[in-house]
């Protein structure tokens, strides 16, 4: 029939009794076979077509045994109770193989074409025969699109290979508890990008964990972080300033604004028209006249934030002219009092120094354009995976931090020519803790939301996608992980977290993922069109190894001791909101 299988009486299990769309039990009359059999395991179901066979995995086995009145042979004829097992086994169907396809020869694809007929015979597909058919599936994908992540579980010469373009095009999502191997999945896929000539990704690193892939001769990636409090004065470049006037009108109001001020509508106008001007006198000095006629509040054009502090002082103190000149209550006179406050507060704060005291460059008209030549653009002293540590920002405003940034790159790539355009991947690490699901967030998180759910639906166009990292599936954005094409599923313990990935599956994969729970570290399941077999995958460790958060506990408190210099150190970190290593001092 093909010569890619070939069945005999030893892989033969039994016959087809019931079909429920995609689900089909069968019938096992070979009770020898039926020891061998596990979950996740392949059958092979045949068709009305001899160049056709049905592909599926084992979902479920079960025997149950039944009592029948025989009659019994040896002992008289008598009338006796016999045990009968019934063994049966659930299997979902996955794919099509065809052995003849109009010019091609072995051919597997995703999805049933037809439904199984009763009585059609199965096999399992083991030993010679699963060998061929893993190669047919790692050979199905093009030299130039494959992204090797690990190996098939039950073949363990089998690569598990995604087609890279699939997974990066439509957004994809890496979810699992902690500890399952999330950030090592991470690290895997950055390896494997690394070694394009001109890989894209930015990756938002809440915790400085992938620091060590961007330290030594082999690194893979270029740091850069996002200014602490004790980087103010700074002058290293990989150290980045998102500046006040990147932020748009909105994600601005969103931190100073106090919607439940009664002079709330008043700040917020008075604050927009200032902005307006102070943005319009920068085009005006610069002789940017092409852009004066067209710029908007939201156009990120620098200004001083100074002058705007200035400016609202003069609203608030200035008084009205009434009748015969005499002074009265001027008509914001008061009413914008707390909001300088606010904004003030935050102004002078170190922590939030990377947003309102950046350094002098960072308000020349040009510095934009240098901040995205080092996040977007190319240079061959670089590498092209960026990995931005955003440990030190504090975590209120972690969610417009990130979001401001993928606004401004995803903004980048929406105004440029689109025959210019190479797409890029901002891959989201920890994201339940800036891109929580709507009813929870606050109107910070809202804001980073916006920009994010708008990547995640029109990125796609502009080549822009997301890869979603999350411990707590059930705490993100439902919005954004159901953008997500591809997920990579690790070990879910969580009834709730599970339930989720349930929901984001088609119905036919829903069984699949019972096994979530019982994923082994570092073994996942790859849902998506990025790959044929949605089966067991154990993932390859990668050469660079993150730095682990977890402690090993038992270990330590055999090993080490605690240092009393180190707790003097960590309370002047504390201090001075700047985490100095002790050999730095
Ligand atoms: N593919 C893998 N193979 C073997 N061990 C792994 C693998 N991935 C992770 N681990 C182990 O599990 C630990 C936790 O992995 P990590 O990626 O930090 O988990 P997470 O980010 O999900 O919390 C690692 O320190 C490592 O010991
Ligand atoms: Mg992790």
Redesign the pocket.
Same mark, same amino acid.
């Given at each position: 029939m093909s010569d890619l299988f070939s069945f005999d009486n030893q892989n033969e299990l039994g016959m087809v009794m019931s079909v429920d769309t995609s689900q089909v039990f069968i019938d096992v009359h070979n009770s020898e076979i039926m020891t061998k059999l596990g979950v996740g395991h392949l059958v092979a179901i045949k068709s009305y077509s001899e160049y056709q066979l049905l592909i599926g995995t084992i979902e479920k086995i079960s025997r149950t045994v039944t009592e029948k009145l025989e009659f019994e042979f040896e002992s008289d004829d008598e009338l006796v109770y016999q045990d009968h097992p019934n063994d049966i086994v659930k299997v979902v169907l996955i794919g099509t193989f065809k052995s003849v396809d109009g010019e091609k020869r072995n051919v597997f694809k995703r999805g049933a074409d037809t439904f199984p007929q009763i009585d059609s015979e199965s096999y399992l597909i083991e030993g010679d025969n699963l060998q061929n058919f893993m190669n047919l599936i790692s050979e199905g994908i093009r030299d130039s699109e494959r992204l090797k992540i &690990?190996h098939f579980i039950n073949d363990s010469t089998a690569k598990a290979i995604l087609n890279g373009d699939k997974f990066f095009q439509r957004h994809a999502s890496i979810l &699992? !508890?902690? &500890? !399952?191997? #999330?950030?090592?999945?991470v690290a895997?896929i950055l390896e494997k990008a690394s070694q394009l000539d001109f890989p894209n990704l930015i990756v938002f690193d809440m915790h400085g964990e992938y620091s060590p892939l961007t330290k030594g001769n082999d690194k893979i990636a270029e740091g850069f972080r996002i200014a602490g409090p004790g980087d103010l004065e700074s002058t290293d470049k990989n150290v980045i300033f998102l500046p006040y006037w990147l932020l748009n009108r909105e994600e601005v109001l969103s931190m100073i604004l106090d919607r439940n001020d009664n002079n709330a509508p008043n700040q917020a106008s008075r604050f927009t028209l200032h902005i307006k001007n102070l943005k319009e006198n920068t085009l005006v000095r610069n002789n940017k006249e092409q852009i004066l006629k067209t710029f908007t509040v939201d156009s990120p054009i620098p200004y001083q934030i100074q002058d705007l502090l200035m400016k609202l002082q003069d609203d608030d103190t200035r008084k009205g002219v009434g009748a015969s000149n005499k002074p009265v209550k001027g008509e914001w006179e008061g009413k914008l009092t707390r909001f300088i406050s606010r904004l003030e507060a935050k102004v002078s704060d170190r922590r939030y120094g990377f947003l309102f005291q950046p350094p002098e460059q960072a308000l020349k008209y040009d510095w934009l354009e240098q901040l995205l030549y080092m996040l977007l653009g190319y240079s061959s002293e670089r590498k092209g995976i960026k990995i931005i540590d955003f440990s030190e920002v504090p975590s209120d405003v972690l969610p417009v931090v990130t979001g401001t940034l993928a606004r401004i790159l995803y903004e980048i790539q929406f105004w440029m020519d689109s025959n210019h355009r190479t797409p890029f991947t901002i891959l989201c690490d920890e994201a339940h803790l800036y891109l929580p699901i709507k009813e929870d967030a606050n109107s910070t998180e809202r804001q980073a939301l916006e920009n994010f759910e708008r990547i995640s639906k029109e990125g796609r166009k502009y080549g822009v996608s997301l890869l979603v990292v999350s411990?707590r599936p059930s705490d993100v954005s439902k919005t954004i992980l159901s953008q997500c094409n591809n997920f990579i599923v690790?070990r879910l313990t969580n009834d709730r977290d599970q339930s989720v990935v349930k929901k984001l599956m088609p119905d036919s994969m829903k069984g699949i993922t019972d096994c979530l729970p019982l994923l082994d570290?570092?073994e996942a399941l790859v849902l998506g069109d990025s790959i044929l077999l949605p089966n067991r995958i #154990?993932?390859?460790?990668p050469k660079i #190894?993150?730095d !682990?958060?977890?402690k090993d506990f038992w270990k330590e408190w055999s090993k080490n001791k605690p240092k009393n210099e180190s707790i003097s150190q960590a309370v002047e970190n504390l201090r001075a909101q700047s985490r100095k290593e002790e050999s730095e001092v």
């Open positions: &690990g &699992g !508890s902690t &500890g !399952s191997g #999330k950030s090592w999945c895997t411990q690790l570290t570092g #154990k993932l390859d460790v #190894k993150p !682990s958060m977890t």
